[in-house]
Structures are given as C-alpha cells and as structure tokens.
C-alpha cells in the first residue's frame, strides 16, 4: 500500500486570517522573525501498486474535492 501526500495551501493572494493569527501569538510568546500561513495536508492511502494512472487519480481527487483551486494550490508527492 503506497502514500500519497497532498499539500494544499492558500494562494500567496490570497488573505490567510488563520496564518494571521498563528503569527500574531507566535509573535507574543516571543518568537519574532516567523510568518506562518495555515494549509491542509491530505495523506491518500492507494491499495495495491502505485501507477502513474493511479497518481494521475489522485491529482485528479486533489484538484475537484481536496482543493479549491480558485483560491488554493496544491501539490502531490509520493511518501518514501
């Protein structure tokens, strides 16, 4: 059984409030210099052997139900 990891974040447009606040208490417990912007991971788990026609599925997946590409970029890897 392979991984598949599916990263998906905010556009770099577009606003990211919950990064915003992550930075803002980081920031108040001391910790200056970090800018944090909040994402999603996805870990797809694919019975059997890991094609390229089943990677391609899971682009696929990603870019109609995992991201919303109006607004989100995402990326797919293959764990070791």
């Known amino acids: ?5 599916v990263d998906v974040m905010p556009k770099p447009e577009i606003l990211d409030p919950q990064g915003k606040a992550v930075t ?22 694919v019975d059997g052997e890991l094609t ?9 997946a990603a ?3 995992l ?7 995402f990326d797919v890897r293959v764990e070791q």
């Open 67 to 73: 991201a919303n590409t109006v607004i989100e970029s």
């Open 24 to 45: 803002g208490a980081l920031r108040r417990l001391g910790f200056e210099g970090l800018t944090v912007r909040q994402g999603k991971r996805f870990e797809v788990e």
């Open 1 to 5: 059984m392979a991984r598949v990891i």
């Open 52 to 60: 390229e026609d089943r990677l391609e599925q899971v682009r696929q």
């Open 63 to 65: 870019e109609k139900l």
